[in-house]
T-cell receptor, first 110, second 116 residues
Framework: DQQVKQNSPSLSVQEGRISILNCDYTNSMFDYFLWYKKYPAEGPTFLISISSIKDKNEDGRFTVFLNKSAKHLSLHIVPSQPGDSAVYFC?????????FGSGTKLNVKP | EADIYQTPRYLVIGTGKKITLECSQT?????MYWYQQDPGMELHLIHYSYGVNSTEKGDLSSESTVSRIRTEHFPLTLESARPSHTSQYLC???????????????FGPGTRLTVL
């Protein structure tokens, strides 16, 4: 039973434009939501998170939005850069466990 | 910078062999995790540990076993490898946290296992 879903396996964006990565979840008890970035042959690295009591968190070019009523979160990257090309995993946390989505591969074209 | 290491990075092995995937971290983290990931799929938690002598099974059933004799070391063992065990195995660690708060997970680079 997959509790965190990323329905878009890939996304292609032009450099300088906005990248929007989406994630849906089923469990309303999650306390935190996180985004990880993964380059080939490396482990995921933490990018940004949001508490379930907030609806927006911003860190430089990265903003995460949380819509609890829709059980949906999104990651906005503005402006997108070629170095942002990677796989992005959405994750949710509660009771000592992290639950991951299947990832979205972002390609930022120069 | 995260200091968490996994060896080997790649392993090709025959059916029936016993293997141990190593994971070590130098950050003094109490919590450690093993995830299994197939290409294009989500990371599945297969084992975790709160500290020395503590191990728990994750949500995905796994035939592997783990041990936590030292804080920095969390090896994963498959007694008899099968082709169905072919996957990527990712180790992670974090500081201890409350049940409803989290501390950042740091991931190792992963071990890509192929069982023929």
């Amino acid at each position: 039973d997959q509790q965190v879903k990323q329905n878009s396996p890939s996304l292609s964006v032009q450099e300088g434009r906005i990248s929007i990565l989406n994630c849906d979840y089923t469990n309303s008890m999650f306390d935190y939501f996180l985004w990880y970035k993964k380059y080939p042959a490396e482990g995921p690295t933490f990018l940004i998170s949001i508490s379930s009591i907030k609806d927006k968190n911003e860190d430089g070019r990265f903003t995460v939005f949380l819509n609890k009523s829709a059980k949906h979160l999104s990651l906005h990257i503005v402006p997108s850069q070629p170095g942002d090309s990677a796989v992005y995993f959405c994750a949710a946390y509660n009771f000592n466990k992290f639950y991951f989505g299947s990832g979205t591969k972002l390609n930022v074209k120069p | 910078e995260a200091d968490i290491y996994q060896t080997p990075r790649y392993l090709v092995i025959g059916t029936g062999k016993k293997i141990t995937l190593e994971c070590s971290q130098t950050m003094g983290h109490d919590k450690m995790y093993w995830y299994q990931q197939d290409p294009g799929m989500e990371l599945h938690l297969i084992h975790y540990s709160y500290g020395v002598n503590s191990t728990e099974k994750g949500d995905l059933s796994s035939e592997s076993t783990v041990s936590r004799i030292r804080t920095e070391h969390f090896p994963l063992t498959l007694e008899s490898a099968r082709p169905s065990h072919t996957s990527q195995y990712l180790c992670a660690s974090s500081e201890a946290s409350g049940k409803r708060t989290y501390n950042e997970q740091f991931f190792g680079p992963g071990t890509r296992l192929t069982v023929l």
